[in-house]
């Protein structure tokens, strides 16, 4: 009888196992190698969904939207339909998988992120903080070159995971203007 249950527990050990395996494997997103760049439309729709939960935290389940700059910061979807698209390093992210919010946070304070790449520290971007008289503020002029070309007030590289933005004027200026309401 003995001998029976631990057979039985053995049994169920290995088919726990072999559904973790495969479970991961489903729900864990693929990565193909070619120059780092990430194949979403690869991945199942289960596992676009789980990676937009993971990547777009609470920004992923904000549905309306105040402005089209609110719209920019949570979900990197512009009102006009024009595409907004984020490259980090040599990596084109796919539209829909991050976007502000991800980083720096519902209140633009930043913090300590926690994502499938690690663990990083966001900056505060509330355009109070960007703008106090510190070594040297931002205008909105320097804050449009940070989100496009990845400079900071101060001329210096800003690093991965900083995504470099590109997206039209308006929507733009329509961000930043969401920036200053935080
Ligand atoms: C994947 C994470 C991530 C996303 C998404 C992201 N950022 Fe950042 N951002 C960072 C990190 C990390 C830094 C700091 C980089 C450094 O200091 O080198 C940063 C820096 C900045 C800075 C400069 C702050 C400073 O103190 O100099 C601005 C402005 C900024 N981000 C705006 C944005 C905006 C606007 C968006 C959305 C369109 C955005 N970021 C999306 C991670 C992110």
């Keep these: 009888m003995k001998k029976n249950n631990s057979l039985y527990l053995g049994l169920i050990l290995i088919i726990a196992g072999i559904i973790g395996i495969f479970g991961t494997s489903y729900l864990t997103p693929r990565w193909t190698g070619m120059e780092n760049k990430m194949d979403f439309r690869s991945m199942n729709s289960r596992q676009q969904h789980f990676f937009r939960q993971e990547m777009m935290k609470d920004g992923w389940s904000k549905r309306k939207f105040s402005s089209n700059g609110q719209r920019i910061y949570y979900r990197a979807v512009s009102s006009s339909k024009k595409s907004i698209k984020a490259t980090i390093g040599t ?92």
């Excluded at 903080?129 to 990845?150: C, F, Q, S, V, W």
């Design 91 to 182: 990596m084109e992210m796919p539209s829909l998988m991050m976007s502000c919010v991800s980083c720096h946070g519902e209140n633009g304070q930043g913090g300590t992120v926690q994502m499938m790449m690690g663990s990083f520290k966001a900056p505060n971007i509330t355009y109070k903080e960007l703008t106090k008289e510190e070594n040297p503020p931002y205008t909105d002029k320097l804050i449009k070159r940070a989100i496009t070309k990845g400079i900071d007030a101060d001329g210096k590289r800003l690093e991965p995971p900083m995504p470099k933005w590109s997206m039209s004027d308006k929507d733009l200026n329509d961000l930043v203007d969401y920036l200053k309401t935080l």
